[in-house]
């Protein structure tokens, strides 16, 4: 069923963005997939994105164990970060290794209402051997707790990943995907949350203080 799935996301990514390669090339080189590894051997997933050639960020909630070794995936090689900064309430985690660019861009501005998003991670991770995805959606308005709603689609594995627009001519950074949306124990397939780009950057001022 999974790769059912990833065959037809990516089948549908092709189709969707012919013509645009500039763009989504760039968007792809910037998110980079996390293996994560147990005491025992177990093997996890998630994504990040590259602030530059020292951090990347990711979501906590991929850290929950304490004990997990982390390694990002950069051109077939497993690179291995530490976390240098983590805030559970914002769910962001900023994390420090000898990494290297393409790098993403923090976008100007907030997302409008409507405007075209994309959602790009690595969708199951190592089940899949790390292929990685774009889908696209809308911009469907802030929550009230520094996220927002979108209904470009979401994945186990894709947490982490980069939220883009197109901002001005290139693409830029807008959130950070952190899962489908559940209420009153009811999940929405079609709608996923992310963390603003407001709630980065001050994420950002604080790891950095």
């Not at 309430?89 to 209402?113: F, I, M, Q, W, Y």
Request: with cysteine; glycine share 10%; aromatic share 10%.
């Amino acid at each position: 069923m999974k790769k059912l799935l990833l065959a037809f996301l990516l089948l549908f990514s092709t189709a969707l963005f012919a013509g645009d390669e500039d763009h989504f090339q760039a968007m792809r080189d910037a998110v980079k997939g996390i293996k994560l590894v147990d005491n025992q051997g177990h093997e996890g997933s998630g994504s990040a994105i590259v602030l530059n050639t020292r951090q990347a960020l990711s979501v906590a909630h991929v850290f929950s164990n304490p004990n997990l070794k982390a390694f990002i995936r950069i051109n077939g090689r497993e690179i291995p970060v530490k976390i240098k900064f983590v805030d559970t309430k914002s769910d962001l985690a900023l994390l420090e290794g000898n990494l290297s660019c393409p790098c993403v861009t923090l976008s100007s501005r907030e997302p409008r209402l409507d405007e075209k998003i994309f959602n790009v991670g690595f969708p199951f991770g190592t089940d899949l051997k790390w292929a990685q995805f774009i889908t696209e959606g809308r911009f469907q308005g802030p929550s009230d707790d520094g996220r927002f709603w979108t209904s470009a689609y979401s994945v186990p594995g894709n947490s982490g990943g980069g939220m883009f627009i197109i901002d001005g001519d290139k693409p830029a950074i807008v959130g950070i995907a952190e899962g489908i949306v559940g209420i009153n124990g009811r999940v929405y397939t079609n709608l996923s949350t992310a963390m603003s780009l407001s709630l980065i950057k001050d994420f950002l001022r604080r790891a950095a203080s």
